[in-house]
């Protein structure tokens, strides 16, 4: 069981973060070979600077909300390890069965009794970058009343959240993997079984509760910098902003 640090009054939220630490140049990383996080970020030192910006965004941009942060690194070859301390933030480290949404559902279930609100996401994406974000998240949600799922990089189909990265409560994840309905990752890291897990995760809320996977409309809200992949945040000059901030 994994200790509250922040532990104040109102709906506790965790943020789980999941990762490899392995050299990803040649796309081995267990993860996708022509994905954007191998452009800027495919040594071990760049994916340190990566989670390490995950973790400022929160300090310069509070979420406005009592979050813990837990970074899940799917192990290969090394062991992720904290280089600097932070109260509310903490590191796990797995064996690489069910890539980022094995990581997300073993960390869930070792937690659930502690968090009311789960927000899902991989290292090259990073959720944050305005103060508040946890508010516009659930005004994000109440537009659409069956909301179960916001998935905030988008849809794919069968209907799911790309990555799995967004928000769900704790109530509704439970309700969808229980004792009768658990969340059957599949074995080691490949591809083809990445994009199964992918798929059922957030499939799976749809199918057994009701409640839909819902996304965002790009005309009705400023996601530019709430939900920000790694690369574009470095490299796009209207974040430039968001660089010089931290």
């Not at 969808?176 to 992918?198: A, I, K």
């Amino acid at each position: 069981m994994i200790d509250i640090i922040n532990d104040v009054p109102g709906p506790r939220y965790c943020k789980i973060i999941a990762t490899c630490l392995r050299d990803r140049v040649h796309g081995n990383a267990g993860t996708w070979p022509g994905h954007r996080q191998t452009d800027l970020s495919h040594t071990i030192d760049g994916i340190y600077k990566m989670i390490s910006m995950h973790i400022q965004l929160d300090i310069k941009y509070p979420p406005g909300a009592n979050m813990d942060t837990i970074i899940v690194n799917n192990v290969v070859d090394t062991e992720l390890i904290a280089t600097t301390s932070f109260e509310n933030v903490r590191i796990i480290n797995r064996p690489n069965i069910g890539g980022s949404f094995g990581a997300y559902m073993e960390v869930f279930q070792n937690t659930k009794a502690n968090y009311d609100y789960y927000i899902f996401t991989e290292d090259d994406v990073l959720i944050g970058g305005t103060t508040n974000y946890i508010q516009l998240m659930h005004d994000m949600m109440n537009i659409n009343t069956n909301t179960g799922f916001l998935a905030l990089i988008g849809l794919g189909q069968p209907t799911h959240a790309h990555g799995g990265v967004g928000m769900v409560s704790r109530n509704l994840l439970d309700a969808t993997y229980d004792n009768t309905n658990p969340f059957l990752f599949e074995g080691p890291y490949n591809r083809q079984r990445s994009c199964n897990n992918e798929i059922d995760f957030t499939n799976t809320i749809q199918r057994v509760t009701g409640k839909s996977v819902y996304t965002h409309s790009t005309t009705s809200w400023d996601l530019q910098n709430l939900c920000i992949d790694y690369t574009t945040l470095l490299t796009d000059p209207k974040y430039a902003t968001i660089l010089e901030n931290l």
